[in-house]
Every structure is written in structure tokens, then in C-alpha cells.
């Protein structure tokens, strides 16, 4: 079965600060996806990032990261020089190639960033 | 191109009464899913439609139940309320099929409150 695991509840960074967003998946494929999506105070939740289980290659994007390590199925998020906006929810969440259009998020990270 | 609109955003209910809320896709979407959000239980997977066929379904009694119609739009139904029921019901369409990606689109969701 499909899980995922963000150990981190919450997280208040002050501004400029590095913060890496945990998260750990469970599956029984070998073909999967791996998402983060951001949730801010307005509500709706925003994709960030997709990356399949064939591709370890880790991904910036300006200030946000992504290391993906399939050896211990951590998909973690670093955002780098924190800003205000960033603060939100953040989820981490799978999809199994059987059935692709399932997605299943964590319980998400809240993401405090003080000025 | 228009997002994922839901509707109503907002309704108040009684304890075993229904409630039906409404979901159209971004236009081109065929697969349409449906998710409960909640402070104690996160996001939750409810079901996905797709073709108006239910492929995918979460781990929810019988008295939620949805359906998707030719043009994609779908309903989801809740029957004989419960308190527990107060969630923010979310709506996110993709593209679904051989051209699915797996990215979801969110609506700004259909907040209940169970009285």
C-alpha cells in the first residue's frame, strides 16, 4: 500500500534561513511519481514538482531543491534564503503506476517563515 | 484557461441531511478526483472518476458516493450527515489517460460545516 511520511508537523524559520521539508514514501512498485504541492493561507493547493522513480537526478528551481533518494525512499524539499511568501503547507505525495491518477498526500508540513 | 471551479464554496447542513457539491474540470481534463481535508486527518483521497467511470476509491463508507458526467463535470454526495463530516472538500481535475502526468489541479474547494 501507498503512504507518506512528513515528520515535521511544523517549521518557523526566520527570513534568509535555509529549510529542508522532510518526507518519506512507501510503495510497492517500481514505477511511481513523487509530487510536492504548496498550500498557502488563501487555500489552494499549488503543484510544485513531479519526479518519477526512474529519475534520481536531483532539481532546482530558483530557490527550491529537490533530493530525491529512492535508497531510502526520502523525496526532501529545500528552500533556500526563505522568504514571507513562503510560508504555507507544504505536501508531499505519490502516485503508483497502477493507478496513476491516485494521489496520495502526506499529512503536509506548515511552514512558518518570521520576518 | 479556467481553473477547476467548485461549488458552492461555503454551506452549513445539519446532522443527517445531504449534501451535494459540484466540480467542473479545466476544460480538456477527463479525470476528475476528490479529496477531504481536514485539520486532524489531512488530505484525505476520497475517489477519482474518469469517463464517468469510478477508478480509483479511498477508504470512505458508503454514504459518500460521487459520479462524473459526459462533459467531465462530476458531483460528489454525502448522505445522512455526521459532524465528522466538516471538511473542506477538495476537487482537483487532470488530464488523465495515456497523457496523464499525474499533476493535479486543485479547485479553492467546498468548505462543510455540520451542525
Not at chain 2, 464554496?9 to 466540480?23: D, H
Request: proline letters at 3%.
Amino acid at each position: 500500500a501507498q503512504k507518506v511520511t512528513q515528520a515535521q508537523t511544523e517549521i518557523s524559520v526566520v527570513e534568509k534561513e535555509d529549510v529542508t521539508l522532510d518526507c518519506v514514501y512507501e510503495t510497492r512498485d517500481t514505477t511511481y511519481y513523487l509530487f510536492w504541492y504548496k498550500q498557502p493561507p488563501s487555500g489552494e493547493l499549488v503543484f510544485l514538482i513531479r519526479r518519477n522513480s526512474f529519475d534520481e537526478q536531483n532539481e532546482i528551481s530558483g530557490r527550491y531543491s529537490w533530493n530525491f533518494q529512492k535508497s531510502t525512499s526520502s523525496f526532501n524539499f529545500t528552500i533556500t534564503a526563505s522568504q514571507v511568501v513562503d510560508s504555507a503547507v507544504y505536501f508531499c505525495a505519490l502516485s503508483e503506476a497502477t493507478s496513476y491518477d491516485k494521489v496520495i498526500f502526506g499529512p503536509g508540513t506548515s511552514l512558518s517563515v518570521i520576518p | 484557461k479556467a481553473g477547476v471551479t467548485q461549488t458552492p464554496r461555503y454551506l452549513i447542513k445539519t446532522r443527517g441531511q445531504q449534501v451535494t457539491l459540484s466540480c467542473s474540470p479545466i476544460s480538456g481534463h477527463r479525470s476528475v478526483s476528490w479529496y477531504q481535508q481536514t485539520p486532524g486527518q489531512g488530505l484525505q483521497f476520497l475517489f477519482e472518476y474518469f469517463s464517468e467511470t469510478q477508478r480509483n476509491k479511498g477508504n470512505f463508507p458508503g454514504r459518500f458516493s460521487g459520479r462524473q458526467f459526459s462533459n467531465s463535470r462530476s458531483e460528489m454526495n454525502v448522505s445522512t450527515l455526521e459532524l465528522g463530516d466538516s471538511a473542506l472538500y477538495l476537487c482537483a481535475s487532470s488530464l488523465g489517460g495515456t497523457r496523464n502526468t499525474g499533476e493535479l489541479f486543485f479547485g479553492e474547494g467546498s468548505r462543510l460545516t455540520v451542525l
